[in-house]
């Protein structure tokens, strides 16, 4: 095996792919990265039987060939080199990888590519492309909600609603619901399934490019994969079923209040600097006279309290939160205003935007005595 490609090329590749090498990896060949070159290009592949992901690049193939090298070390040594390309080349009989740049030498051992597990590309039941500026959306107003905690697995996920031209993805960890929707124009199919948070936590991170790219995203009943440009990510699915979470979204408020978003969220973020070093996170909300007056104290720190502007029709309110739930969600949002549906004290709350009818988050309050 022997190749030549551009440094950065391959530095990109190799970042893309330790995202799927696990610091504890379950068998020694997980901690590496498969490389295969043929056919003027390199690919490199990476996976923790969790995740996959599959990165191609162009190369100057001389020898054909596959190779399996310490993710780790391999990162580390390729983005250190100095010179714009980048000579591989293998030592069969020593099983040595020659790595060249400049005046630079290098040597790493390589592991059996035979043991290797491989990704490999799923054939789905629901097949389908999304402009990447969409999904971005989708996992951004939904993935945040997500519980953190791994005891119970199907909240760590977000639902994917597949039915008919509507697609709906939700996020939930019991005490939060985010949920957004996107019609299609054309039927997609009926399927249900729970993707894992930190899947699309991963994707949004490659979600970098400032020109609009179609996504590829394919359904089993145990995987899916997104492909787009040269990356290909699959995933394992959450088992179980997701909670219906439709009776959870308010109908009857009584109280509507508007407020500017850029208003409310800086306000909020400057309360939030008291109430987190607090046992409970609590922010306290009094909606009344065209006012929101936000309000946090702690006996060893100190206290805060903010008014804003705000447009209220219905009577008057107090309520208080956990803090992160609507601080977390205020980041979120895209419009100038934002909505506060609300009922009653200890009833859960409504938050909307204007300029997106498909996105709707449900927060439940906090008791404060």
Known sequence: MKFTCQRQDIVNAINMASKAVSPKPQTP??????LRAEEGKLEVQATDYEIGILYDIPADIETPGTIVLPGRYLQEVVRR????RVLFSLDEKNRIVHIRSGNANYTLRSMNAGDYPGVKRIEGTLSFTIPDTVLRSLFRKTVFACATDDSRPIFTGVSFDFDGKKLTLAGTNTHRLAVKTKTFDDEIGKLKLIVPGKTLQELLRT???????NVQITCSMNQISFQYENLYFTSRLIEGAFPSFANVIPRNTVTTVTMTTADLSAAMDRVFLISRTNDYNVMKLHFGDNNLHISSSNPDIGMADEDIPATIAGPDIDIAFNATYLVDALKVLEGETCTF???KPLAPVLITEPNDPEFQYVVTPMRTH
């Open 29 to 34: 060949i997980l901690s590496g990265m498969f």
């Open 207 to 213: 979600f970098t490019s400032d020109v609009p790219t």
């Open 81 to 84: 080199l100095p010179d714009d």
């Open 341 to 343: 549906a609300l009922t």
